[in-house]
Every structure is written in C-alpha cells, then in structure tokens.
C-alpha cells in the first residue's frame, strides 16, 4: 500500500472515529467498579446496550445525550442475590405465593437490575415461576433453586425429607443453566444433614452454588460443623448477622469456625430479612473484621415494611458500621456477580452490558433499625438517583435525563429516545 493510500486509510477512519455517536453519557460522575479497580471521577459512555468507553473525559459532542451526574456515584447495577419473587400463585402463607414480590416495584427505585431468588420454588413448581414471573419481569432473575421439590411452601413442605431429591433438582438446573445459578436449603426444623447434604450433591452434579438458611439451631447439627465440613468453596451462608446460629461464640467474638470457613473458601452474605439480622451481632462482627461478602435483602412482604426495608437500606447500615462506600459497592455488585458465577455482571468493563446505578450520598441525620426494632444512628443515607438497564433508563428520582419543560415546544409531546429512554415511551392508543 502507497504512504497515499495508507494515509486517506487512517483519516478516513479517524473521521469515522470521531464521528461516532454514543447513545447516551454519564458526565462527571464519581465512578466505583470494585473489578477494574476505578474509584474516580470518570465520564461513561453508553451504545447499543453496552458500555462503550469509560474514561477521565469523553468529548459530550459525540453523544446523542449527555446527563451530567456531578457530585453522584456511578456503579454497575446493584445485585441482590437474596429476594423472594415467586408471586402470584394466590397460595397463602407461602413464599411461592402471597409472601413473595413481584420484582420490578421493588428493584429498578434501588439501583438493583440483577436478583437471584433464594429458594421460593423447587424442581416441580420452577418452570411455574419461570413462566409466571420470570419471563415477563424487566428485572434479571436468576434461581437458587430450593432442594424441596415443592419449594419454599412452609413447614409441612420444607421438613418433607421424602421431597429432596437430588436427581430431579440437578436436572431442572442443568436444563436451565442461563437462570438456575445454585440450589437453597433453608428453614429445616429437624435434627438431619439431609437437606444439605442433598443440596450439596444436586450443586456437585450441575457445578453451581449451595446457599444455607440453616433453619433451627440444633445440636445434633451445629453450624460449625456446617461451614467447616459440609459446605465446600463457593458455597454461601446466608443470614450471617442474625444471631440465631451461634454466629458469635461465648466471649461475643466471632465464631472461629467461620473463620476457618472463610479461608477454606466459604462465602457469607448478609441476608437482613425480617428476622436475620441484629446490631448485637454485627457490631461485633466488623469490629472484627468479618465483613459480609455479599450485601443482600431477603425482601419479601415480611421485610420490606419492616427493619429491613430495600437494598440500599441495608447498604446504608453497613455504612453506618464504619464501612466504606467503595466497599459497601464492591459486595453489592462485584462480589456476588462472582458468587453466582455472571462475572458479565457487576462491572463497567468496555463491551459489559450496561446496567448502571447513579446514586446520591446524602449526609445527615438518620436512624437505621435491626430485626429487632433496635436504632442505629447513622450520617450517611444513599439514594437511587437513576437506574439503568441495558443501556435504557428505567427509574429515575429527579428527571435528570430530561429537558425543562419550559424550554420546549408548547404542544410538545414524546422527549426521549428509544435508545436509551423507556419509561417515557409513548403509549400505544387502542
């Protein structure tokens, strides 16, 4: 190729460069992905769904949009893999019924896009709740898919040795491989490993998770027991700060045994709920030094009214406790996308599908409550200013991604645009 030739080459495509037009951009904002190490002031661009360039300046003139979030954080979506989303049945009293949620009132106003529910549905009523619920919610759900064929139904179905069987359960989780991303054993009264141990084969034969709610605190079982020998690494106990379970031993330390856990390569999560999680167990516990590694909720009808409110409440009490806000992130979003092995998800890497959370760091004078109804004081509070999910914004506080009315047409109508807009979409009229 003549130096003409090669010359005409490299312009034309730097004039394609420059004129290249992201869909949307995030300007200023204070950006925390705990994967690629950033906890900086950076621009973030967004095309087609994706993140496409995050860096200290983007030039605004090639975006389509350009929002400024000066003064917010700027994080991956936030991911709660501890929630309960099997609604709708009109089963009473049950957790694949009435206790349950439907998902998308509850996460997109919390910065949250991703959730794994933990354990409302089994082998026989997944595919149920697939269709139900999962097929047509805007938020990503994955499944930890209870041991109990018949799921999370209350006692009469969860202390029913007969219905955990390992082969059906490791069979629907090999079937739906894009969406079951463990197996849950959780709220067994009785005196047997059974419900473990079996969650444990059915996790060995699909290669996935066990998440624990270790249920009656019983002796013939003990929870070290559960976390330094049943458990394997990559395995999750959950409801780390309820104090039910002997999480703190004798002397008001943490128990040794988790630990010893935790080296071995045991994950422990947070799982407030409406009855895990207690200031006189996890003041303790951080001083110290075991933190959770992955914040989540238990939201369902029992928690979200009550000490436990949202995600982001439960982040703030970790804030409260002397965590940082980079680190509070970090096990929101990063470090379970790593737990439930969608590593895709959690961060802002170029080519990541962009699923973002802008939030505010509001300071002030707060009380955060326990399970208990005990107050924390805190002086720190973050607030969902904007949520994004595959690049399109799908909650946002204060309308910082449109224009002043006053500047606008006076029969003006539609203002946003379908590469990065959905809940101003024009409406279809019959």
């Known amino acids: ?25 995030l300007q200023g904002g204070h950006v925390v992905d705990a994967k690629n190490k950033i906890n900086a002031i950076r621009d973030v661009a967004i095309l087609d769904g994706k993140i496409a360039e ?53 996460t997109f106003r919390n910065g949250v896009t991703t959730v794994a529910d933990a354990g409302c549905a089994g082998w026989r009523n997944f595919e149920d709740y697939k269709q139900r619920v999962i097929d047509r919610s805007k938020t990503r759900i994955f499944v930890f898919l209870n ?33 079951i991303v463990g197996f849950k054993t959780a709220h067994y009264a009785g005196p047997e490993w059974t419900p473990v141990e079996n969650a444990v084969k059915a996790g060995t034969i699909a290669n996935v998770p066990v998440m624990v709610d270790f249920g009656s605190n019983r002796k013939e079982r003990p929870m070290p027991e559960l976390v330094t020998k049943k458990l394997r690494p990559g395995d999750i106990y959950t409801h780390t700060y309820s104090g039910l379970r002997d999480e703190l031993d004798a002397t008001g330390h943490i128990n040794p045994a988790m630990v010893e856990a935790r080296k071995r ?9 409406a009855g895990s999680f207690a200031w006189r ?51 929101s979003t990063w470090n379970p996308a790593r737990e439930i092995k969608h590593e895709e998800l959690g961060n802002l890497s170029v080519g990541a599908t962009a699923d973002i959370a802008v939030l505010k760091l509001e300071k002030g004078d707060f009380g955060f409550s326990d399970m208990y109804g005990a107050r924390m004081n805190g002086t720190q509070k973050l607030v969902c200013e904007l949520t994004l999910s595959g690049g399109k914004v799908v909650y946002e506080l204060n309308a910082i991604t449109r224009p002043d009315w006053k500047t606008l047409p006076k029969d003006y109508k539609y203002m946003g645009d379908p590469h990065w807009d959905t809940i101003s979409a024009p409406r279809r009229i019959q």
């Open 54 to 106: 995050v860096a200290a300046r983007i030039d605004p003139a090639r975006a389509n949009k350009v929002v400024n979030v000066k003064g917010l954080y700027v994080t991956p979506g936030l991911i709660d893999i501890h929630v309960h989303f099997y609604a709708g049945t009109g089963e009473p009293r049950s957790y694949a019924g009435d206790l349950s949620l439907y998902p998308d009132g509850f």
């Open 281 to 331: 167990v996890a003041v303790p516990a951080l001083k110290d030094k075991f933190y959770p590694d992955s914040i989540s909720t238990d939201l369902h009808v029992g928690s979200m009214n009550g000490g436990m409110k949202d995600m982001l409440n439960v982040m703030d009490k970790f804030l409260a406790m002397g965590m940082t806000v980079d680190d509070v992130i970090a096990r």
């Open 147 to 179: 041991i109990v064929g018949h799921g999370m139904r209350g006692g009469k179905f969860e202390n029913d040795q007969t219905d955990m069987a390992v082969k059906p359960a490791a069979d629907m989780a090999l079937k739906y491989p894009n969406i």
């Open 1 to 25: 190729m003549h130096a003409l030739q090669l010359f005409l080459l490299v312009a034309a495509t730097s004039i394609g460069f420059a004129q290249t037009k992201y869909d949307l951009l």
């Open 265 to 273: 390569g045991v994950i422990f999560d947070a799982g407030h709920g």
